[in-house]
């Protein structure tokens, strides 16, 4: 089949090129053209393990290409996928001007091809129900040609994206009619050989499934953060008591891991969607605005450690290690990262920054220019610092030489937003710990 995928971003470059390598023909659009140029000299715009190796094998093909001249991008179209941003507006509604102008294009491009053939246009970006028939609208106001609209949103995680895409544990696809359905589902038949389900639906539905899904496991992070806050007041262990519940196979232990609340560029916007969904239809979403109080104090529960710990201190005379700038490891994208929210805190207070992510100093340094420093590595970051943060549970920072770190610190204080060590290994190797539901530890504690 001959796609046009609209956006290069973390969606629709994986997703291109996972339809390359089955054997379709895919264009990449995007109006960024520094990301286009980047593609064409090979290199990959974002950090998503396997992608760069995926994506030169199928440009090599011919199957694979990338462009920012839309007449030729969708001029041969036969599936035209939009995956585009859409971010949080400022009032917390999702911002669909990059999906109506794309809807746009699409509507004069269909309006000037002269292929007999009906393209179908896809919206695979995360949008608001109703959004298809925006879409809809918007391409019927720029030509009275025939097309088809489907809904197919992705479920893909960032730092997985290539497994998740190749092997969905369902593909979810919204149609009007049966020949769309068919098509979709003709497309997506190579990822789902080993059995698993596509559902086909109305759109309306289907446009739901993606935030029910997204704002579930948002649910469940603030969930266990919040019983990680009454852990901290109660003398429990977040973690005996995360295994204790977790063992119960009607919970399951996934997306039940304490720390400093979701970020990324998918649960937050997507939270707040909801939540203005519920408020546009008179029914407030009063849970899901729950979870996203829940997942704002944490940061600032997490910021009540750090003020407490160095209470009286000279601040602007401070140098703060941070380990961790990406929202999770296996990525560069430090969209809504607990990281950026903790640093922009410190630097408020003049304290001077050292930070290490494996992947993200590029992205880092867009948003926080040179107001930190970036270490070479996790243990140079170290250097003098009166406290290490620990804000992304890269495999890196696990095991690490704790006899290193501490006599590279100049104290020796760890303030782990991951929880990803022992607090009795931390008072043997001598670090005031302090982590998320779980009583601090010091050389001086006797029972951790
Ligand atoms: N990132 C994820 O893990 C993830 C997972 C599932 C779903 N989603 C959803 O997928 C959508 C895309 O997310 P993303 O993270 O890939 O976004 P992104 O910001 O990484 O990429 C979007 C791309 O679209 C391009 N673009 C904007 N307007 C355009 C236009 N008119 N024509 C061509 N290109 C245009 C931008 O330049 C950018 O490169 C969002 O709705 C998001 O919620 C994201």
Avoid at 27 to 39: R, S, T, Y
Avoid at 43 to 62: F, M, Q, T, V
Avoid at 227 to 236: I, K, Q, S, T
């Amino acid at each position: 089949m001959q796609i046009t995928m609209v956006g290069t971003g973390y969606v629709g470059l994986v997703t291109g090129t996972c339809f390359a390598n089955t054997g379709n023909h895919v264009i990449c659009l995007d109006v960024d053209q520094k990301k286009i140029e980047k593609l064409h000299q090979g290199i990959s715009p974002i950090y998503e393990p396997g992608l760069d190796e995926l994506i030169a094998r199928n440009a090599k093909a011919g199957r694979l290409d990338f462009t920012t001249d839309k007449t030729a991008a969708y001029v041969d179209a036969e599936i035209i996928f939009i995956a585009v941003g859409t971010p949080s507006g400022d009032d917390g509604r999702a911002d669909l001007k990059y999906v109506l102008a794309a809807a746009k294009d699409i509507g004069n491009a269909i309006e000037s091809s002269s292929s007999t053939k009906e393209k179908i246009v896809v919206v695979k970006s995360t949008v608001p129900v109703g959004t298809n028939k925006k879409v809809e609208d918007a391409i019927k106001s720029c030509t009275s040609k025939t097309f088809h609209m489907a809904s197919n949103p992705e479920f893909l995680k960032e730092g997985a994206a290539i497994n998740d895409f190749n092997k969905p544990d369902r593909v979810v696809v919204g149609c009007h009619d049966k020949s769309t359905g068919d098509r979709m589902r003709d497309l997506y038949d190579p990822f789902v050989r080993q059995g698993n389900p596509i559902f086909i639906m109305d759109i309306p539905s289907a446009e739901m499934v993606k935030y029910a899904a997204n704002c579930m496991l948002a649910t469940k992070i603030s969930f266990i953060n919040e019983v990680a806050n009454l852990c901290e007041r109660y003398g429990a262990d977040i973690n005996e008591v995360r295994r204790g519940m977790c063992s119960d196979k009607r919970i399951g232990n996934q997306f039940l891991y304490p720390g400093l609340g979701y970020g990324g560029s998918c649960f937050p916007k997507d939270v707040l969607a909801m939540i203005s969904m519920g408020q546009d239809s008179g029914h407030p979403a009063q849970l899901l605005e729950s979870v996203h109080k829940v997942n704002q104090d944490q940061r600032d529960a997490f910021m009540t450690k750090i003020n407490s710990h160095f209470d009286g201190a000279d601040w602007s005379s401070l140098k703060v290690a941070v380990w961790g700038i990406a929202f999770k490891p296996g990525t560069d994208d430090i969209r809504e990262a607990p990281s950026i929210t903790l640093m922009q805190k410190l630097l408020d207070k003049g304290v001077t920054v050292t930070a290490f992510d494996p992947v993200a100093h590029e992205t880092s340094q867009e948003i926080l220019s040179d107001k930190i420093t970036y270490a070479d590595d996790a243990i140079s970051a170290l250097e003098d610092a009166d406290a290490l943060i620990v804000c992304t549970d890269w495999d890196e920072f696990k095991h690490p030489d704790f006899d290193t770190m501490r006599h590279k610190l100049k104290t020796p204080v760890i303030f782990d937003g991951r929880n990803i060590y022992r607090r009795s290994l931390m008072r043997e190797h001598g670090f005031v710990y302090h982590s998320v539901g779980r009583a601090s530890v010091s050389p001086e504690t006797t029972n951790a």
